[in-house]
């Protein structure tokens, strides 16, 4: 999410380039793909929520959780006794997306009707963060920068029953649809309208706890500038 969300640029066959494994190989309208590390990072560093899904003895699971990206990792923290991570610590498979939603694509007719938007997904195994102090710095930070300076750190205790866990970027795909609809020749003449209805997460004005009296920092002011 962010304030004035920027659709990433559109794939073409001159600036996406390959995809790193068959799975990842975009097929279904093929020129919406793009493998391009800078568009994968945007994607994750927009967001806020990944949707983690692995498969267990009761079925197939596909669960939100909080994210941040380091690098060419995307990192993920967790009770130690959630399921989500006692699974993936012992090396479950996973696969990984995120989506942002740019608008609502109204064509002339009903079937070429499409969102624009900006999604990637990510696989393969995750493991465990050593550093794990380090690596919640870094999610304070995607929160709000600066704030791991300012709140209090994660006690010993609090670290003990908490683990971070990374996913590598190697294994990625994104997909990405802008701009308007792609309507049928014939239909054009429909006395339709057609276009896009934006779409957008807004920053709204920031809501100080009661028992706050602490002035707001400059991430706090213009949170919603
Ligand atoms: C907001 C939104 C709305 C959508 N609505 C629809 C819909 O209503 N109907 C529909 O059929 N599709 C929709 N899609 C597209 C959908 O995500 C799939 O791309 C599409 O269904 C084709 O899937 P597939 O497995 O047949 O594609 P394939 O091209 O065969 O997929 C091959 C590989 O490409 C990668 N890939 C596929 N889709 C994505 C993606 N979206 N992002 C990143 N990597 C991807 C994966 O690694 C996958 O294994 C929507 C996507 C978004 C983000």
């Known amino acids: 999410m962010t304030a004035t969300p920027k659709p990433a640029t559109a794939a073409t066959a001159a600036t996406a380039s390959k995809a790193p494994t068959d799975r990842t190989r975009i097929r279904r309208i093929a020129e919406n793909a793009d493998y391009q590390r800078d568009t994968l990072h945007a994607v994750l560093d927009a967001a806020y929520v990944c949707h983690v899904a692995f498969v267990d003895d009761k079925g197939t699971h596909c669960i939100p959780t909080a994210c941040w990206r380091e690098g060419e990792h995307l990192y993920i923290h967790g009770s130690n006794g959630g399921r989500l991570i006692k699974l993936l610590a012992k090396g479950t498979q996973a696969c990984v997306t995120v989506t942002h939603i740019d608008g609502l694509v109204l064509a002339r007719s009903a079937f070429h009707h499409s969102m624009n938007y900006r999604s990637a997904m990510v696989y393969g195994q995750f493991e465990k963060v050593d ?15 600066g704030r791991e300076q300012q709140a209090r750190p994660g006690s010993s205790k609090e670290l003990a029953a908490t683990t971070v866990m990374r996913i590598s970027l190697a294994e990625a795909a994104c997909k990405v649809r802008s701009g308007g609809p792609n309507d049928d020749t014939d239909d054009l003449h429909l006395p339709v309208w057609a276009g896009v209805l934006p779409l957008a997460s807004l920053r709204l004005a920031p809501v100080p706890d009661a028992l706050c009296s602490v002035p707001a920092p400059d991430y706090v002011q213009n949170w919603a500038n």
């Open 131 to 145: 550093d794990k102090a380090a690596a919640l710095d870094a999610f304070m930070r995607h929160l709000a920068p």
